[in-house]
């Protein structure tokens, strides 16, 4: 099981707005931790798209964004493009004995 | 802009050794500048999520998931800017993808920013 929780699935039609949300705890999203994003395509290595909660990398269209609060992040995508359609991972940190570096079990985007 | 090339044998079976390596080009191995780097592996069976093994940093220094730690060797060879990951005792559980990972840590942030291409290491018997 997954110390950050996302769901599985979400889906938009091209040009709408989309969000997948990351809910952690206490002992990581909660402890103020960082969240940083990765988005990945089929057979490929995963990507940073997101990192310190809301900042893109260089390349990174601006229709992708993030923000935190509480235990819990989320990832936006605006504009919703045939291209986004991928997986995408949360990560973080988690100070318990459970873990270190934590991803969620991450969430397919399907363009309608 | 650093790159990393991993390699390693496959496929395995139940009980044997998993060896991979990752070859750094075109950048530090952290041993110096604001910027912290810890090389890192992240598996991910097929059809499912990612998940964190273990990081070495230049000096040898390891973290590895608690879960694993009884099986996991990180090394790292800094005249050949080359890291690797031994997993002994592997079972059917252990096939994933193996991906090789540069973790910065600068300005209080640690990410993710560079990938290895993965490697599917399957173990069968």
């Known amino acids: 099981q997954s110390l950050l929780t996302q769901p599985p699935s979400v889906s938009g039609a091209p040009g709408q707005r989309v969000t997948i949300s990351c809910t952690g705890s206490?002992?990581?999203?909660?402890?103020?931790?960082?969240v940083h994003w990765y988005q990945q395509f089929p057979g490929t290595a995963p990507k940073l798209l997101i990192y310190?909660?809301?900042n893109r990398p260089s390349g990174v269209p601006d229709r992708f964004s993030g923000s935190k609060s509480g235990t819990s992040a989320s990832l936006a995508i605006t504009g919703l493009q045939a291209e986004d359609e991928a997986d995408y991972y949360c990560?973080?940190?988690?100070?318990?004995?459970?873990?270190?570096?934590?991803f969620g079990g991450g969430t397919q985007l399907t363009v309608l | 802009q650093v790159q990393l090339q991993q390699w390693g044998a496959g496929p395995l079976k139940p009980s044997e050794t998993l060896s991979l390596t990752c070859a750094i080009h075109?950048?530090?191995?952290?041993?110096?500048?604001?910027?912290?780097?810890?090389w890192s592996w992240i598996r991910q069976p097929p059809g499912k999520g990612l998940e964190w093994i273990g990081e070495?940093?230049?000096?040898?220094?390891?973290r590895y998931k608690s879960s694993l730690i009884s099986r996991v060797t990180m090394s790292i060879d800094m005249s050949q800017k080359q890291f690797s990951l031994r997993l002994n005792s592997v079972t059917a559980a252990d096939t994933a993808f193996y991906y090789c990972?540069?973790?910065?840590?600068?300005?209080?942030?640690?990410?993710?920013?560079?990938w290895g291409q993965g490697t599917l290491v399957t173990v069968s018997s």
């Open positions: 990972a540069r973790y910065e840590c600068g300005t209080g942030r640690c990410y993710f920013d560079s």
């Open positions: 075109g950048g530090s191995l952290g041993d110096g500048g604001s910027s912290a780097y810890y």
């Open positions: 070495i940093d230049y000096s040898g220094r390891t």
């Open positions: 310190g909660d809301n």
């Open positions: 990560q973080s940190f988690d100070n318990s004995l459970s873990g270190y570096v934590i």
């Open positions: 206490s002992s990581n999203i909660g402890a103020s931790y960082d």
